[in-house]
């Protein structure tokens, strides 16, 4: 069965850069793609990007210029960061993997909250 | 801009079927031909109940079920169950993207 726990941080200062990372077990990261996506409270889905197995990203517009995902093999882990964090940027943070664009396994996400 | 459009909210009584729509619109003509559906119910992480418009994943009740016309895909819940009150986003993709509905808040009455 496969398992996604992210972690990090709960509490962000404005313009800080936020570091999340992902870690799965019961599988390889390798061979699969995998999202990132947030959920402010009270509000919907967003998309904020994928990467790639062939090591390709791609990121949603709206954020593009200040998402980085990047993946660790040797630890099984996806990592997030988000620089110039500001309080919209409050929500809850998950990681799922995708196959053939479904998000078919999702961790159990984590709050982060921007506030000086 | 791409988007996928739901209804803020549906409601049903227990044992009727309802249906939720997601349609799809696309400035650049993106045709998002598979759907799948989440299912969220508060406080918890979004779990996937259909994909690829009409499949559904081992250990999900075939209560749900999956459909697509031109650009509409639907989702349907037979039989409601009070543990169906939760939200439902639809979900589909590009080649770089991925895009999400705004939700729906089911209420089971």
Not at chain 1, 60 to 73: A, K
Not at chain 2, 56 to 72: C, E, I, L, M, W
Request: hydrophobic share 30%; aromatic share 10%.
């Amino acid at each position: 069965q496969v398992q996604l726990q992210e972690s990090g941080p709960g509490l962000v200062k404005p313009s800080e850069t936020l570091s999340l990372t992902c870690t799965v077990s019961g599988d390889s990261i390798s061979g699969f793609y995998w999202n990132w996506i947030r959920q402010p409270p009270g509000k919907g889905l967003e998309w904020i990007g994928i990467h790639f197995f062939s090591g390709r990203t791609s990121y949603n517009p709206s954020l593009e210029s200040r998402v980085t995902i990047s993946e660790d093999w040797s630890k099984n882990q996806v990592s997030l960061k988000l620089t110039s964090m500001t309080p919209a940027d409050t929500a809850v943070y998950y990681c799922a993997r995708d196959r053939k664009g479904t998000s078919d396994y999702w961790g159990q996400g984590i709050l982060v909250t921007v506030s000086s | 801009q791409s988007a996928l459009t739901q209804p803020a909210s549906v409601s049903g009584s227990p044992g009727q079927s309802i249906t939720i729509s997601c349609t799809g619109t696309s400035s650049d003509g993106t045709d998002y031909s598979y759907v799948s559906w989440l299912q969220q119910h508060p406080g918890k992480a979004p779990k996937l109940i259909v994909y690829d418009t009409h499949k559904r994943p081992s250990g999900v009740s075939d209560r749900f079920s999956g459909s697509k016309s031109a650009n509409t895909a639907s989702l349907t819940i037979s039989g409601l169950q009070a543990e169906d009150e939760a939200d439902y986003y639809c979900s589909s993709y590009t080649s770089t993207s991925r895009v999400f509905g705004g939700g729906t808040k089911l209420t089971v009455l």
